[in-house]
């Protein structure tokens, strides 16, 4: 066993963030690494983070990882990354983000690759182009561990201060060294062209990865497999917010599969840890473990098998 049960490399953000039911006052934790390193620490594991951060957010963000548990390494950077996130109807299943700070790209050093390699699982998820694609496949090389991507920094550019996606070439290059591919509906049709999730899913894993999902929001997510395609319910709840609830899952899945080594019900797990996310705004939100149980109970008998 390794000394975290995640590493999760990608740049921190302070967020300010508009729905159709909340405004946060100001700029509040968020990133795809912040948000699923939490959820780690939170259901009882050890995370470190891997980012650049501005000097302007970096105490408020280790206070903040530190009440939880978690470890951080921030690299210099001369602001903190961030965006101004609009939801554009009351679905809230698509936004505008809006730049309001960009952080340097991430550097490994020695010192780094060696704590990467002590990850049983690592989570590469950038949010803007900071971690390259060579560095992802010299990251795969570093650990025997769990690899997860979450692709949203790897297909996101910005014009005119706006973050557009757009096909990165080389992504198949990421496919493959992936023991998870993890793209959003609107990711997965950047990358494909296509916007079948069970197809999608299901090319992920003719491509290279283990295990292909594809998230849908409110409608919850499609995963493939080498034994076949398997629609995960959302647990229906009171949705407030849904900035991160992909990165929770992200954290909840490399939880739960550690552990038992069962895709499908890490995907059950990482669905129903995800509804909590959505209930509220920002990096305090609350995992009831005993109502978690149940939400995994309600939500496992209503997988079902597609293929």
Not at 236 to 261: I, M, N, Q, S
Request: with cysteine; net charge negative.
């Amino acid at each position: 066993m390794g000394r975290y049960t995640l590493v999760a490399i990608g740049n921190p953000v302070f967020d300010i963030i508009e729905t159709p039911y909340i405004k946060t006052t100001g700029r509040v934790l968020s990133g795809c690494s912040v948000n699923a390193a939490l959820t780690v620490g939170k259901l009882g594991g050890k995370a470190l983070i891997i980012g650049s951060i501005g000097e302007d957010y970096k105490y408020k963000a280790e206070s903040k990882l530190r009440k939880y548990g978690i470890d951080a390494i921030f690299l210099e950077s001369v602001e903190t990354g961030g965006f101004h996130l609009i939801y554009l109807d009351e679905k809230m299943n698509d936004r505008i983000l809006k730049i309001i700070g960009l952080a340097a790209d991430i550097k490994l050093n020695n010192e780094l690759r060696e704590l990467i390699s002590q990850g049983d699982s690592i989570l590469l998820g950038p949010i803007l182009g900071e971690i390259s694609v060579d560095m992802a496949l010299s990251i795969s090389n570093l650990s025997d561990g769990l690899i997860i991507v979450d692709p949203q920094g790897f297909v996101r550019k910005i014009e005119e201060n706006i973050v557009k996606r757009v096909n990165n070439p080389r992504i198949l290059e990421i496919i493959r060294i992936s023991d998870v591919f993890k793209p959003n509906e609107h990711e997965a049709e950047t990358i494909f062209g296509e916007r079948s999730p069970v197809w999608i899913a299901r090319k992920i894993v003719s491509l290279g990865a283990r295990i292909g999902i594809v998230t849908l929001a409110e409608r919850g997510s499609v995963v493939a497999t080498s034994e076949g395609v398997y629609r995960i319910p959302a647990f229906k709840t009171v949705a407030r917010d849904p900035t991160g609830c992909g990165d929770v899952y992200g954290g909840a899945f490399a939880f739960y599969y550690l552990k038992h080594e069962d895709p499908i019900e890490a995907a059950v797990f990482a669905s129903a840890t995800a509804s909590f996310m959505v209930e509220t705004t920002g990096p305090d939100f609350n995992i009831d473990k005993s109502e978690l149980n149940e939400r995994f109970d309600i939500l496992i008998d209503m997988v079902e098998k597609i293929g």
